[in-house]
């Protein structure tokens, strides 16, 4: 960036600093051009924190991050699609007001593949394509759609057998049939919960062993492939550490 001056020896930057690096200017003569755009990338930083629920006092980030800042404020500055989605939805969110229409759904999908950009510049290429997995899915109506369809038919299915219930003569035989039928509809919802809360645990103790380790890359989601290439040492870790969080409901 030419003519731009910036101590890459500092450890942290701020709106100044994020400024310089988005339009490629100095303040060296206190300029009124950069005065008035550091302000709009600083109302910008501004609505995001609003946006996220964070604090809007004094801004100020890793220096490591600043590529990704960089990416973000480009992505506001240089479309005003994007602009107007930031202001429609943190003015949702301050008014607290639902967001309950296409609009407001294209304007937060808009937002976060925005926000995901700027966070696969942190990523190693692995981790991105990982994320871009995790991210599609999330945004994808696919598990909603379904989720609903199966929902419907569920309770079209207890009803019709409530019904045939319905038929028998005996009070007795029908609350008998009634009173199995949920029993085997509590035992299945069982099994399914533990297989869940299995692969939430381990994903939980999984996290939380490989980020204490320095040497290890850090991470914020993982693949079976990832632990199977721990060292055996980690794996235990993780093992014994899943082992102490089962038995802790057990010992309040």
Same mark, same amino acid.
């Given at each position: ?87 429609? +939805? ?7 007001? /639902? ?71 005996? +009070?007795?035989?029908? +609350? ?72 802790? /409901?057990?010992?309040?």
């Amino acid at each position: 960036m030419e003519g731009m001056t910036f101590n890459m020896t500092k450890k942290t930057f701020n709106i100044a600093d994020l400024t310089r690096a988005v339009y490629g200017i100095d303040d060296i003569n206190k300029s009124d051009i950069f005065d008035g755009k550091r302000k709009l990338v600083g109302n910008h930083i501004k609505e995001v924190q609003k946006m996220l629920g964070h604090s809007p006092g004094k801004f100020e980030a890793p220096m490591e991050e600043l590529e990704a800042y960089v990416q973000l404020i480009k992505n506001m500055l240089e479309n005003s699609e994007n602009d107007d989605a930031l202001f429609l +939805l943190r003015k949702k969110m301050i008014d607290r007001k /639902p967001l309950n229409n296409d609009l407001d759904g294209r304007a937060l999908d808009k937002l976060v593949k925005i926000v995901a950009e700027a966070e696969k510049l942190k990523m190693t290429e692995k981790d991105k394509e990982l994320f871009e997995k995790w991210l599609n899915d999330q945004l994808s109506d696919d598990y909603y759609t379904s989720s609903e369809k199966n929902l419907n038919e569920v309770m079209s299915i207890v009803k019709n057998d409530f019904s045939l219930f319905d038929d028998l003569s005996s +009070l007795k035989s029908k +609350l008998e049939f009634q009173e199995q039928y949920m029993n085997d509809i509590r035992t299945v919802s069982a099994m399914y919960r533990l297989q869940v809360e299995e692969q939430l645990l381990l994903k939980e103790c999984f996290l939380e062993v490989v980020n204490s380790h320095p040497h290890l890359n850090a991470k914020t989601m993982y693949t079976i492939a990832d632990y199977l290439e721990l060292p055996p040492t980690i794996q235990q870790e993780i093992q014994d550490l899943i082992e102490q969080k089962r038995q802790k /409901p057990s010992e309040s």
